[in-house]
């Protein structure tokens, strides 16, 4: 996907993009309508009162004394044990969070004595198993190695959503280490969390890495889900489970408590069902952070509002850059794209299609060379940070707990990229050093500032990612369908996905993503793109599909 995963997928196979997509048994035809398997083996799932409820129709209704906190978050809870626990058993949440009432009868008592923090007061969320709570859940990259780990304090993102008033429900499970261990490895698997599945259809996957943020925020298993990513793991899970997810620019979300892989890449940014919800979270959780000096750039950049800059005519006028460089798209998904870029020029935008990239700057090998050196350096400095008791307290720890817990680490794939990130040297390097300078470049000043400079553009327009594949442990993920994350995650820029509609019921998106910064401006446009297209519709958690 490249996801936390896809560059090495990039480098490996050759092509940006990462796993997936539809092979030969992926379904044919052109139908968007699902097309049901064995419906005996199908698990009937009942009617959910929140399903597709947004952020401000819950606040409305605990405004008016129709529900409290307590009793959404019981619902939830509810939800997550028939869907993740029994039912289709999808397997996106690895914990729920046992003070999670006690949290929002608290929040009940604040907004009875007239005290409401702001719009994410009493609203239920969930987060990544990579981003770290300081209570009785734990934070392990959905290892065994960090089984147990409670780390000294909270990730500055779950800091901020306290603030706000957020109840964290639950970690959500993902590909293990954000899928930087093997090759041959399986999005949506932890030794944790086992399995993930996408609820479209079953025996597909997920996508990863955020893969259970991914899938628990289309299934409505909480009001709003946060995940990660380093290059694909927010954008590749949302367009293959049907919502809404923004990569935020680098330093917009500290970084600070939330397991790494690269200090260049890394963000943890929402994965929601609706633009505006994902609006409210991101505001929720901006902020200059001592911890991590990427967010002092976001001083007079950042707002605690996005939601401001959302507007139904967003896209009359906006001059939108098409990008068909991207290689490896189902047909389909390329006719999607076709009717996406006609809505939006039927909005008013102006379309520039062509304005290409140079698949060589997303392309480059040297991008995996900077994450094996940045994991290896910036992994050490966490597990450090856990203190004395950590359950393990260096990468060379991991790899050898991997090694003496293969049977249960390490049943589908390996750990090579633990290993080749081991053999790497220290960050003042000249080979990687020469990688930094070189891929950032490319993909920066060379390529999304050069693109959007030249034609003066507000956005950039591309598929996000191709069609979920079948889930298999023997080969593992398909690294050879389309993906258009790689160039604004490598360059540390903005990336907002939108559901652009579905080929035979599988869902897939479609990104707008620019120089950094420009959030308001994208969100602006991704915004009257939904609006316009409502393309969304909730799961159908079928068996099968074809």
């Known amino acids: 996907m490249i996801d936390r995963r896809g560059f090495i997928g990039a480098s490996v196979a050759g092509g940006l993009g990462a796993v997936a997509a539809a092979s030969g048994c992926a379904p044919e035809g052109g139908s968007d309508e699902p097309v049901a398997g064995d419906a005996s083996g199908a698990t009937a799932v009942p009617p959910f009162e929140l399903d597709e409820v947004t952020v401000d129709e819950l606040q409305a209704s605990m405004a008016s004394g129709e529900r409290t ?86 990730s500055f993102v779950a800091a901020r959503l306290r603030e706000a008033g957020a109840v964290i429900l639950a970690k959500a499970n993902l590909s293990e280490w954000a899928y930087f261990r093997g090759i041959r490895a399986t999005s ?99 902020g200059v952070d001592p911890r991590d000096p990427a967010t002092a750039a976001s001083e007079g950049r950042a707002n605690v509002d996005y939601t401001q800059f959302l507007d139904p005519a967003g896209l009359q006028g906006a001059r939108i850059g098409v990008v068909r460089s991207f290689p490896g798209f189902d047909p389909r998904v390329l006719e999607l794209f076709d009717e996406a870029v006609e809505a939006m020029r039927a909005e008013g935008a102006v379309i520039i299609d062509p304005a290409n990239m140079d698949a060589a700057a997303w392309n480059d090998p040297l991008s995996l060379v900077l994450l094996e050196y940045e994991f290896k350096a910036d992994l050490n400095a966490y597990l450090a940070g856990l203190g004395p008791d950590a359950p393990v307290r260096s990468l060379a720890e991991v790899i050898e707990f991997n090694e003496r817990n293969a049977d249960l680490e390490m049943p589908h794939f390996g750990q090579e990229r633990l290993i080749a990130s081991q053999a790497r040297g220290p960050l003042t390097d000249p080979e990687y050093l020469n990688a930094v300078a ?109």
């Open 69 to 154: 906190a307590r009793s959404i978050a019981e619902l939830y809870l509810a939800r997550i044990e028939t869907l993740d626990g029994q039912g289709p058993e999808l397997r996106s949440i690895i914990e729920t969070n046992p003070d999670a009432l006690a949290i929002a009868d608290e929040l009940d008592a604040e907004r009875a004595a007239g005290n409401v923090r702001g719009p994410l007061h009493g609203i239920p969320v969930a987060l990544k198993d990579n981003i770290d709570t300081h209570d009785r859940m734990t934070t392990t990259a959905g290892s065994l190695a960090l089984e147990g780990s409670i780390p000294p304090q909270d």
């Open 188 to 286: 949506g698997w932890s030794a944790r969390g086992g399995q993930c599945r996408n609820p479209y259809a079953l025996d597909r996957n997920p996508c990863g890495s955020s893969s259970g943020s991914g899938v628990a925020a289309s299934a409505n298993l909480c009001a709003l889900t946060v995940g990660t990513e380093t290059g694909g793991s927010i954008m590749c899970p949302s367009s293959s489970n049907g919502i809404v997810g923004i990569k935020p620019t680098v330093g917009l979300w500290s970084r600070a408590g939330v397991i790494p892989i690269s200090h260049s890449q890394d963000t943890a940014g929402p994965m929601c069902r609706t633009v505006r919800d994902a609006a409210a979270l991101l505001g929720a959780c901006t």
């Open 438 to 546: 070189t891929i950032q470049r490319a993909n920066r000043e060379d390529g999304i500032d050069r693109l959007a400079r030249e034609h003066d553009l507000d956005a950039i327009v591309a598929p996000t990612r191709d069609l979920p594949w079948p889930t298999d442990h023997i080969k593992g993920d398909r690294l050879d369908g389309g993906s258009s994350a790689a160039p604004a995650a490598i360059a540390g820029y903005p990336d907002i996905t939108v559901p652009m509609g579905f080929v035979r019921g599988l869902p897939t998106g479609v990104s707008f993503f620019g120089p950094a910064w420009t959030e308001p401006t994208l969100l602006r446009i991704a915004y009257a793109y939904e609006q316009a297209t409502k393309a969304r519709r909730g799961p159908t958690f079928a068996p099968t599909l074809g």
